[in-house]
């Protein structure tokens, strides 16, 4: 409890209208790669050219590729470090969500580092290379509050090849040098996608608190993190246009990400990357939702982290509670309130038959998290949350 270290570089300007900070805040570069998503909402919502124009004013070019996935993948972090080097870009802006921060993050990679990004991958079929040379310098500015990837040193790509969706960390230079969070850029997200990425931001929250690599200065992060959620999430979902909602989700995000410069998650993270990495469109944080009460539920049943749920369960806004199991009707509550509790896998793919390969698939690229789990997961284990999970 009482061993950890935190260390990051990313300078972080939070709040509502923070964008234009973009026109003032010192650039590591003069010609950027700029990434976003292949769904366009930055350009519908006007983000983008008041993006482009920052980056005018301050003298610096942007080759601008509007091509990340909702869970990027190996192909497109390739060919975004291709046009880097091709470019002459001697840095990288992921503007968007999760997903184009970590694509962000590993095109950077790639820019300077030699062979495919899946050499670098530390579990499953990665080849475990070190990054032996400095990533190019990232910019990360959100549009969404789910991942914390703006202010943490890693990220999470798919391999379609391989079928697995794997994280990367490890190297001083994968945390943004800068990250601007402006609650107002999250105020034209679908309720759906908002309940989804808030979830995303409560989970990271959670499991870093009941994973074994808790500790103190991660706890206050997380707990604070899920105070935000349990504030705004509901009322930013029914109104999105609730600033101070959106303020609360997003606070929420960037305290999550903190978690993780400090600690680990557990393996509901790896679990639900099983399941986006055989079943490409489902979002992640929709697959965390249906994985979280069976998830939960079979780590309360094993005796772990009691006193932890207790106080994740206030957290929720359940003052009085005193056993773990109030921490469960707490976060059903929240997941019925936002109007994701039956989320069905059976909807986006997912069949029975393939539980079994997904908990070989969890636990093989997973296996990190598996580790930190407070009580061990088996294999049947694993199994039998999935087919609790499924409907």
């Known amino acids: 409890m009482l061993k950890f270290a935190f260390q990051t570089p990313t300078r972080l300007i939070f709040g509502a209208g923070k964008l234009d900070a973009l026109r003032t805040e010192k650039l590591p570069g003069k010609k950027a790669l700029l990434l976003t998503s292949r769904g366009r909402s930055v350009e ?10 920052a980056l005018e004013v301050q003298g610096v070019t942007a080759v601008h590729m509007p091509i990340v996935e909702p869970n990027p993948l190996l192909t497109t972090v390739m060919t975004a470090a291709a046009r880097a080097r091709e470019e002459g870009c001697d840095f990288v802006i992921g503007l968007g969500g999760g997903s184009v921060m970590d694509c962000a993050k590993a095109t950077a990679v790639m820019a300077t580092n030699p062979g495919d990004f899946w050499d670098y991958i530390p579990s499953g079929q990665g080849g475990r290379k070190p990054i032996e040379i400095d ?7 959100s549009t969404t509050a789910g991942t914390g990837s703006e202010v943490d040193g890693g990220g999470v790509i798919t391999n379609p090849g391989t079928q697995e969706k794997s994280g990367f960390g490890g190297h001083i230079g994968l945390f943004p040098t800068l990250a601007i969070v402006d609650p107002e850029l999250t105020l034209t997200v679908p309720p759906l996608l908002t309940a989804f990425q808030g979830f995303d931001a409560l989970f990271h929250a959670i499991e870093g608190y ?12 997380a707990l604070e ?10 009322r930013a979902v029914k109104d999105g246009r609730d600033l101070d909602a959106r303020c609360h989700v997003s606070l929420a995000n960037t305290l999550s990400g903190y978690v993780m410069a400090c600690g ?3 393996s509901m993270h790896s679990m639900e990357h099983a399941l986006s990495a055989f079943h490409q469109e489902l979002p992640h944080g929709a697959g965390l939702i249906m994985l979280s009460i069976p998830y939960f539920q079979h780590m309360i049943q094993t005796g772990a982290r009691s006193d932890r749920f207790v106080e994740l369960a206030r957290a929720l806004g359940v003052r009085d509670a005193v056993h773990p199991a109030d921490f469960l009707r707490a976060l059903h509550d929240l997941e019925a309130a936002c109007d994701v509790a ?16 997904l908990a070989e698939k969890a636990r093989s690229s997973g296996a990190a998290l598996f580790e930190l789990d407070p009580v061990a997961l088996t294999f049947e284990d694993t199994v039998s949350i999935y087919e609790a999970s499924f409907r």
């Open 44 to 53: 519908r919502s006007g983000t983008l050219a008041r993006v482009l124009t």
């Open 135 to 141: 990533p190019l310098p990232i910019v990360a500015i």
């Open 210 to 221: 009941l994973s074994k690599k808790a500790n103190p200065l991660g706890d206050m992060f």
């Open 225 to 234: 993190a899920v105070r935000h959620i349990s504030a705004g999430l509901v």
């Open 264 to 266: 680990r998650l557990t």
């Open 342 to 357: 039956d989320l069905r896998m059976s909807e986006v793919g997912v069949t029975r038959e393939e539980i079994p390969a």
